[in-house]
């Protein structure tokens, strides 16, 4: 496992439509469902666009497993869609990514714009989630102000 610390409880039940019939299977081990869920897909997809489909799956979760967690009140950085500049994190609650799949990624309510000096400028966005939040790199940010970054 890549990270035991971020192992959460796992259990997945594949009933797959092969050409002898349904295949029924519960496993706790990640990888053989992945195995699994290949082995179903190759009868309804070519092999490249399965490969794409995971490929794209873990480039998503190597770039947020490389993004540092964050805490009320720290500053942080959102590039693109107007949003470009340096925000605090102004909540305390918290609630999981439905971005990025990463367990550990949180996502968090209230983002404060701050301007040089580290002073509120009174305009905030809203549901922003750890994996579009970089500390001076690029990365995709979310809604214009007033909107779901996660919906």
Not at 40 to 61: F, H, N, Q, T
Request: some cysteine; charged content about 25%.
């Amino acid at each position: 496992m890549f990270n035991d610390d971020a192992k959460v409880a796992f259990k997945a039940k594949f009933i797959a439509p092969l050409p002898d019939g349904p295949r029924n299977t519960s496993t706790n081990d990640e990888l053989v469902a992945v195995e699994l869920a290949v082995q179903a897909a190759m009868l309804a997809y070519r092999p490249g666009e399965i490969r794409a489909a995971v490929d794209k799956e873990i480039s998503k979760m190597e770039q947020s497993l490389a993004r540092p967690r964050r805490s009320p009140g720290e500053r942080v950085t959102l590039s693109a869609m107007g949003l470009e500049g340096d925000w605090r994190i102004a909540s305390h609650d918290t609630f999981g990514c439905a971005l990025c799949g990463n367990t550990a990624c949180r996502e968090w309510p209230t983002l404060a714009r701050v301007d040089s000096a580290g002073r509120d400028t009174g305009q905030y966005v809203y549901h922003v989630c750890e994996c579009q939040m970089s500390s001076g790199g690029a990365t995709s940010a979310p809604e214009a102000e007033g909107e779901s970054a996660a919906a």
